[in-house]
């Protein structure tokens, strides 16, 4: 069967359960406890599935994973608010990849294993032109669905839905700014090649981003029963042998994160003793332990990461200067002079004329009480293009004078537009006061 009419018969059932009248049940494999695997059958290995079945035909068991999960569709609608049990461990692990990849937007986004398609939602709403990419075409049209009945807010770029084939990623080399696969890869049966497509779709100074379980991870009792019931592949994360396949596919650096999405709870007397070095912090060290012993959470960097622009708030900070011609102004008239502006942050200011994360001169007008009369009274483009960090831009300023005759505070600052006033980061704004006679 073709890839084509796989995804027109997944539509088709699809249509089947938009109008169901009752609430569908949860897929088999969402409640498990994590204990040693039910039934008196041997625990199944998963390098004897490995050795069994072929990619490709694991690649359609994933399929068919999801195909005998329809009934239960609306949990994967709803996603990641499944259940009080599962939401915080979804959204903070997912936090976690966020901030240690920090796609900006714009950026091309590889969502690897993307599944029915929840990150891929949170990726596009960001602002990145996200692509869905996963073996199951079952999923990706549950995806395509979701996107229907969810709908980002704004104007963002539309997402794009890749099918895998297990061995090729159907784009072209170092074409990715970013790569995000969430709890999908130890489920990848050639781990060493997918890394190797990922090495080689990403762009120099591209990262990698993934969320996964521990090294013991077969043996759970969720694994042992999706093996068993599904020819599921869920592999042991074993991070040296990880790291081994990821330098032969071109990346250089792995970074780990260390954190817990179980919170830890103290007393008052507790929390103090903890902020004060006490034996409260070997007890949170030991919650931390425990919760990190199971999980891997990891970044590979393929070279030196790229500089960040001002599409990125964290860094944008400058240093400002401000010559009036004249501090007194007809009312209705115009307020001129120069201003300088040295890039003393770590991104590349974009030009002002940037589609994305543009930086202008803003102005703000007060009142002598220094309350606000107009937040955004006027923009100055800065000439010249991109500004790189430790570089000096000048240029004249015209900005209309207010109608009414009185003293004022012109507040001048720099905005990356859509992602923040400078001020936010505690670069220091410049002010004059003006006259405006009658």
């Given at each position: 069967m073709t890839v084509r009419s796989k995804a027109a018969r997944v539509r088709n059932a699809l249509r089947g359960h938009r109008a169901s009248p009752t609430p569908a049940p949860r897929p088999e494999h969402v409640s498990i406890d994590d204990q040693i695997a039910p039934g008196g059958d041997a625990p199944v290995d998963v390098r004897e599935l490995l050795q069994t079945y072929t990619v490709e035909q694991l690649a359609e068991t994933a399929d068919e994973y999801y195909r005998k999960n329809l009934e239960g569709i609306d949990y994967y609608y709803a996603k990641p608010l499944t259940s009080v049990d599962e939401t915080p461990d979804f959204l903070i692990c997912f936090s976690q990849v966020l901030a240690g990849v920090r796609p900006v937007p714009g950026m091309r986004v590889l969502d690897f294993g993307a599944g029915t398609g929840w990150t891929t939602r949170f990726l596009?709403?960001?602002?990145?032109?996200?692509?869905?990419?996963?073996?199951?075409?079952?999923?990706?049209?549950?995806?395509?669905?979701?996107?229907?009945?969810?709908?980002?807010?704004?104007?963002?770029?539309?997402?794009?839905?890749?099918?895998?084939?297990?061995?090729?990623?159907?784009?072209?080399?170092?074409?990715?700014?970013?790569?995000?696969?969430?709890?999908?890869?130890?489920?990848?049966?050639?781990?060493?090649?997918?890394?190797?497509?990922?090495?080689?779709?990403?762009?120099?100074?591209?990262?990698?981003?993934?969320?996964?379980?521990?090294?013991?991870?077969?043996?759970?009792?969720?694994?042992?029963?999706?093996?068993?019931?599904?020819?599921?592949?869920?592999?042991?994360?074993?991070?040296?042998?990880?790291?081994?396949?990821?330098?032969?596919?071109?990346?250089?650096?792995?970074?780990?994160?260390?954190?817990?999405?179980?919170?830890?709870?103290?007393?008052?007397?507790?929390?103090?003793?903890?902020?004060?070095?006490?034996?409260?912090?070997?007890?949170?060290?030991?919650?931390?332990?425990?919760?990190?012993?199971?999980?891997?959470?990891?970044?590979l960097g393929k070279g030196d990461v790229a500089v960040a622009d001002s599409r990125e708030r964290r860094g944008l900070v400058a240093e400002l200067a401000v010559t009036p011609d004249s501090t007194t102004v007809p009312a209705g008239g115009s307020v001129t002079g120069a201003m300088r502006a040295k890039n003393t942050g770590t991104n590349v200011w974009l030009s002002s004329d940037a589609p994305l994360g543009p930086v202008l001169f803003g102005v703000h007008l007060f009142d002598t009480d220094h309350l606000p009369i107009e937040r955004d009274h006027a923009r100055i483009p800065l000439p010249n293009g991109d500004v790189a960090p430790g570089s000096t831009v000048e240029t004249r300023f015209k900005i209309p004078a207010p109608a009414t005759p009185g003293t004022y505070s012109l507040e001048f600052d720099l905005v990356a537009e859509h992602v923040c006033w400078f001020e936010i980061n505690e670069s220091r704004t410049v002010s004059i006061e003006i006259t405006v006679t009658g």
């Open positions: 596009t709403q960001l602002g990145c032109e996200t692509i869905a990419c996963d073996v199951s075409v079952t999923a990706l049209e549950i995806a395509k669905e979701l996107f229907k009945r969810q709908p980002v807010a704004g104007p963002q770029p539309e997402p794009s839905f890749l099918a895998f084939d297990g061995q090729h990623i159907d784009l072209p080399d170092e074409s990715i700014d970013r790569i995000i696969c969430i709890d999908a890869f130890h489920h990848v049966p050639n781990p060493d090649a997918v890394l190797r497509e990922f090495g080689r779709v990403l762009k120099p100074g591209g990262i990698a981003g993934f969320q996964e379980p521990g090294p013991n991870h077969s043996k759970k009792a969720q694994s042992q029963l999706e093996m068993k019931q599904f020819t599921v592949i869920e592999n042991d994360i074993v991070m040296r042998e990880i790291w081994g396949w990821a330098q032969d596919a071109g990346f250089t650096s792995l970074k780990l994160a260390v954190f817990t999405a179980e919170h830890f709870q103290t007393s008052v007397e507790g929390y103090e003793d903890f902020l004060n070095g006490g034996i409260t912090t070997h007890h949170y060290y030991e919650h931390l332990r425990r919760f990190v012993d199971d999980r891997r959470i990891f970044f």
